[in-house]
C-alpha cells in the first residue's frame, strides 16, 4: 500500500487531495468543530493545507502532533510557517507552540497506510496515534484521511489498533458505525 501511495501520480494525488479536503470542510463534524487536529503529510499522503485554512479562516484552534518522549503531544499552531522538520522528517510544532490535551480537539484528522470500512486502521508501526488517541475512541471525533484505493474491505484488528469515527477519501465519506 504505501508503495502504491508513493507511486500515485503527483498530478491525480494533488486532485484527490483537495476532493477529499473538500468533502471534510463540508461535513457536519468539521462545521461543529472549535478545536481541529491534522497533520503535515508526507510521503504522498492526502494533503491537509486547505483543511488548516478553511479551519484558520473560521477562527478554528489548530493543532499538530509532535513526537516527544512521551509520545505524541499536540500544539496549536496559527501558521503553516509554525512547523518544522521534527521527528521521522515530519513537518510539526516547536516546542514553544503552546500543548494542548487530545481529548480538547472536537476532530482529530489522522493518516494511515490503510483503512477499512469498519472503521479500523494501519499505522506506520511505531503505535504513536494509537497510543494517543485510544482513548477518543467511539466518540465520534477520529477521521482518517486517505485516499480511496487506501480503503480495504477488512483489516486484522489488533487491542491496540485505535477504530476511526469517519473515514475520507476523495470519493465518499464513510461512517463505520451508520
Known sequence: MLA?????????????????????????????????????????????????HAALASAKMVLFPAVCPGGLEFR????????HRGAFSIPEPGAA???????????????????????RRIGYGKGYYDRALHQLEGRGRLVGFCYDFQVVNEIAEESHDVMMDLIITERRVIRPRD
Open 76 to 83: 496549536r499552531i496559527y501558521d503553516s510557517c509554525m512547523l
Open 4 to 52: 502504491r501511495r508513493r507511486a500515485f501520480p503527483e498530478a491525480e494525488a494533488r486532485s484527490a487531495s483537495l476532493l477529499a479536503q473538500q468533502a471534510l470542510i463540508a461535513t457536519s463534524e468539521f462545521v461543529a468543530a472549535r478545536v481541529v487536529g491534522l497533520y503535515a503529510p508526507v510521503h504522498n499522503e492526502v494533503e491537509t493545507a486547505e483543511v488548516m
Open 97 to 119: 507552540c503552546p500543548a494542548h490535551s487530545p481529548e480538547e480537539a472536537d476532530l482529530i484528522v489522522v493518516p494511515g497506510v490503510a483503512f477499512d470500512i469498519k472503521g
